[in-house]
């Protein structure tokens, strides 16, 4: 990225704030000609009491849960609170974005004001090979069963807009601005052992995706 270029996706978003904007967990402010972020949970708490970061460190925050595991999944709703981020300039607020929630801005551009390709399952696992390949042995009622619970709020934030058959797009309410145009790593690796457990059990894929949980809290 050339030093100081801001986007039109920069550009647009800037726009679209308002006095605050909520994404996901990060609640930014403009303040001070610039932008203020911190935690939504830490709304009121007081800025004397956070820790101060720069832009950059946002990348750091979105590593780690509050209990201190890895998050794989940087849209899962475990972000941990204290900090205060000051972004003197849009530049610097699409840094600390980015940090949080990789490509969010430009998602939601696309998403916005124009038609966006978006991958639907049977597109995204007819390309996969090696050991992903299995993940297209899940029918559409089982990989609708899967989505809903890999895809759920519980377990991440991302506004879906991909689906299978019979399982409509997330509607924003329950969810976050961020769009996911398709399907994750996280997602791919959870139906891959959806399948495994399915074959080495001997039980149906619906069962093995009320045994497993989608690993988005511990390190891969």
């Not at 038609?115 to 390309?127: G, K, L, V």
């Not at 009622?141 to 299978?164: E, H, I, P, T």
Request: charged share 25%; glycine share 8%; net charge neutral.
């Amino acid at each position: 990225m050339i030093a100081g270029f801001r986007s039109p996706a920069l550009q647009w978003f800037d726009e679209q704030i308002g006095n605050e904007l909520l994404v996901a967990q990060v609640l930014l402010r403009r303040k001070n000609g610039g932008f203020e972020l911190r935690h939504v949970a830490d709304r009121e708490v007081s800025s004397e009491k956070l820790a101060l970061q720069p832009p950059e460190g946002a990348h750091g925050i979105a590593q780690m849960a509050e209990g201190g595991s890895f998050r794989p999944l940087k849209s899962s709703p475990n972000l941990r609170r204290g900090w205060l981020i000051l972004a003197k300039s849009d530049l610097e607020l699409e840094t600390a974005l980015n940090g949080f929630y990789p490509g969010f801005i430009p998602d939601l551009f696309a998403v916005r004001t124009s038609t966006p390709h978006i991958t639907h399952y049977r597109e995204f696992t007819n390309r996969q090979t090696g050991m992903y390949r299995i993940t297209t042995f899940l029918t559409d009622a089982d990989a609708l069963v899967m989505a809903g619970k890999c895809c759920g709020a519980a377990y991440c934030l991302k506004q879906r807009l991909w689906s299978v058959e019979g399982l409509p797009a997330d509607q924003l309410e329950g969810k976050s601005l961020i769009p996911c145009l398709e399907p994750c790593a996280i997602l791919l690796e959870y139906a891959r052992k959806v399948v495994r457990t399915s074959q080495h059990e001997n039980v149906s894929a619906r069962r093995a995706v009320e045994m497993l949980n989608p690993d988005v809290r511990q390190e891969e």
